[in-house]
């Protein structure tokens, strides 16, 4: 990795159905036991228009400081309570999961009430306005992926996507990385019912060997601990096995 490397583009962020000219501002630096990544949070990229009939928010301009261990060590424990997992080498927060859950009484058909206990998937669910990018943005105006954005594909920087918030890199490897997740077999038990299609994120289930990554979305490769972007479900880690993890809301 560059010890300080800053980058500004121009890209295409909607608003409200317009197309506007924005720049992006990155700032990748080692300091010390740190290697940190400082960001405007506005894409280098074409964006989706925002706000839209999924997603009320609308892209603001950020002040990111995103700072993780150079020197990242793999513990024996996941750790799953992590909202932001990492960030991409663009500058954009990558925040797998939701915070909205299936709530039959909302106008929406879904709500920040986890009492139904099925969990909307950014991705599969098709419901939270995400572009063509796998991105939406947040009541703070945080525009941030929850899959793999094209863009970042074939770009020529090589398979690096990104960093995880323990230090290990994100990779995109294309069919090379293969998550472990299945779809669970039958119908959902309870509402909303129906069969398990992707929807939530309880519709799925990790079974070991099914692909070549661990419940993280990981494997050792080269005698080095990676995380991997895949093209199916979990789509970017949903835990972490770092003994180091920054946590950023």
């Known amino acids: 990795m560059n010890k300080h490397l800053i980058l500004a583009a121009v890209a295409i962020v909607g608003f409200a159905g317009l197309a506007v000219a924005a720049s992006n501002k990155v700032d990748v630096s080692e300091t010390g036991s740190k290697t940190c990544i400082a960001s405007n949070g506005i894409p280098d990229h074409t964006t989706g228009s925002f706000p839209n009939r999924g997603n009320p928010n ?10 993780v ?20 080498t663009n500058g954009i927060l990558i925040r797998p999961g939701t915070a909205d859950w299936y709530d039959a009484s909302s106008p929406r058909g879904h709500s920040r009430d986890r009492s139904s206990g099925w969990n909307l998937e950014g991705i599969g669910s098709k419901k939270l306005g995400t572009d063509n990018q796998n991105a939406h943005v947040d009541h703070r105006g945080i ?15 090589g398979t690096l996507m990104g960093y995880a918030a323990d230090g290990f890199e994100i990779h995109y490897a294309g069919t090379s990385a293969q998550a472990s997740y299945t779809l669970k077999a039958g119908k959902r038990a ?55 993890i920054t946590q950023y809301r």
């Open 58 to 67: 609308r892209i603001k301009s950020q002040n990111i400081k995103f700072c």
């Open 69 to 88: 261990t150079s020197s990242p060590a793999k513990g024996d424990r996941a750790n799953y309570r992590v909202r932001t997992v990492g960030i991409a």
């Open 143 to 157: 525009y941030h992926y929850h899959g793999m954005p094209a863009a970042l594909i074939n770009t020529g920087e």
């Open 190 to 244: 309870t509402a909303p019912f129906g069969k398990h299609d992707g929807t939530y994120n309880q519709d799925w289930e990790y079974n070991a060997g099914a692909g070549n990554l661990d419940q993280c979305n990981g494997a050792t490769v080269n005698g080095t601990y990676t995380y991997f972007a895949t093209d199916s479900y979990p789509f970017f880690p949903r835990c972490l096995y770092g003994t180091q």
